[in-house]
């Protein structure tokens, strides 16, 4: 059967990537997660390029340092005692080192930091050429394994133009170290800022939101009945929304009345005419007056039928009415059981209240017409219940009349010709074969399914099921 959507305040998963807060959500998260990692990068390149001036600063002010306080004898002998003021230079390997070396003929001997136990190749000028002042750079290999960055520049000591060549080695390994742990700290404290800044989005869309979720629930309170419109103050932006939404259902309940009106005036103007036909042919009397009394009878019961289905139908799918199931069904088996005191009969109702979406008249003729079929045919029991159905996710709640009595019953082969207009199975009871059919046209209307099964009792079981308010 066609079923409406109940109302939840959580999103199935289904409907999440139809849902506009989670679109909104994940295009800003996804924006916020791209502009932190651009941002990553741009803080981490801007922190390499500033170490690495600094580094090449540092080594170029220890290079002119060294430069400074070296100086060679009257023998050619490399002199001075350099302190760069650099405690990692006096390191055993520390990959901080310099060293000094004769550059020219008439100059001997070196000097070198006490942290360079060992001798450091350099690569030859061929392969890594001086610049205009007589200084390079490059890279090598230190002693324990380290990547070095290398400043070197030929320096003329005297005037009798000889030249040493000086060298100072910092540990370019210690500096992609800092610059690691930088970028780890960085992208801790960026990660920690993000799901805070990501938080803070998704609860300020939520609530940004939050008057959509009132004008849901006010919806739902129309659908239900407990309201006649949107009432609230809702922001600029959802006002209109709003007055369109109680402009809708307006104009809906002024055509439901006049449909009404109109149905209402059209049995008042047929009543007339048909009960003027019904009196002529039962006073003419004879062949003639038998066939017009039944064609008058006839058309009444089938003007009838069909004006309900026109109430019906002007009715359904607009504002939803509300009607109370366990007191009409109690009221309905009390009448019933004083008209027909020799039959048993029974009621179970649920501990829980069910409210059917529908006009009280409705509900008590379908009743109407299964309680008297079922008295009409029982041998000496009927039986009534009324139970909940829950809705699974999605759908609409619903709940379930059966009326069952201890009768003959309809073989399964006969029960769609049962619910037939005028269509009687067995005509030795009295009736007009239209209770059942007008049943299923109520039914019908209201989206509901009627079953005709074979009871536990030996009779008929007739199963109704209609949807349900929450």
Do not use: C
């Amino acid at each position: 059967m066609p079923t409406k959507p109940a109302v939840s305040n959580t999103p199935s998963l289904r409907s999440w990537p139809r849902s506009l807060a989670f679109r909104v959500i994940a295009f800003s998260t996804v924006w916020a997660i791209l502009t932190l990692v651009v941002i990553f990068i741009l803080i981490t390149t801007l922190y390499r390029q500033a170490s690495e001036r600094g580094f090449d600063s540092l080594l170029s002010a220890h290079l002119f340092n060294l430069i400074g306080s070296v100086g060679v004898s009257e023998s050619g002998q490399l002199t001075g005692a350099p302190d760069l003021g650099d405690l990692r230079f006096s390191e055993p390997n520390s990959g901080w080192y310099w060293s000094v070396e004769p550059a020219s003929e008439g100059v001997h001997g070196d000097l070198h930091s006490s942290s360079m136990t060992k001798a450091i190749p350099s690569p030859s000028v061929a392969e890594v050429p001086f610049n205009a002042s007589f200084q390079r750079s490059y890279s090598a290999d230190g002693i324990e394994g380290e990547q070095l960055e290398v400043f070197e520049s030929e320096f003329v000591l005297d005037a009798k133009n000889r030249a040493a060549r000086f060298r100072v080695m910092g540990n370019q390994t210690e500096l992609e170290q800092e610059i690691a742990t930088f970028q780890r700290r960085l992208l801790t404290y960026l990660s920690l800022f993000g799901v805070g800044m990501i938080a803070i989005n998704a609860i300020a869309i939520l609530l940004g939101l939050q008057p959509l979720r009132r004008v849901r629930n006010a919806l739902a309170m129309v659908r239900e009945g407990t309201a006649q419109r949107l009432d609230g103050r809702f922001p600029a932006e959802i006002e209109p929304l709003a007055n369109e939404t109680n402009a809708l259902i307006e104009n809906n309940r002024r055509i439901v009345e006049r449909s009404r009106t109109q149905v209402g005036n059209l049995a008042h103007s047929l009543k007339t005419p048909l009960a003027v036909l019904l009196n002529e042919g039962r006073a003419l009397g004879g062949a003639k007056g038998q066939l017009i009394a039944e064609q008058a009878a006839s058309m009444q019961k089938q003007v009838d039928h069909y004006l309900q289905r026109a109430r019906v139908a002007a009715q359904r799918d607009s504002v939803v009415y509300r009607t109370p199931v366990a007191p009409l069904v109690q009221r309905m088996v009390r009448v019933l059981q004083k008209l027909n005191p020799r039959t048993a009969l029974s009621l179970s109702l649920p501990a829980t209240d069910i409210v059917f979406a529908g006009e009280r008249e409705d509900l008590e003729e379908l009743l109407g017409n299964l309680l008297d079929n079922a008295m009409k045919w029982a041998r000496s029991a009927v039986a009534v219940s009324v139970k909940p159905i829950a809705g699974r996710e999605g759908a609409a709640n619903l709940f379930e009349i059966a009326i069952e009595d201890d009768g003959p019953g309809i073989p399964e082969d006969k029960a769609r010709e049962a619910l037939q207009r005028g269509r009687r199975l067995d005509e030795t009871k009295p009736g007009s074969g239209l209770g059942l059919a007008i049943v299923a046209d109520l039914i019908n209307e209201y989206g509901g399914v009627l079953a005709l099964e074979r009871s536990v009792m030996g009779g008929l079981k007739a199963v109704v099921r209609l949807r349900s308010l929450q």
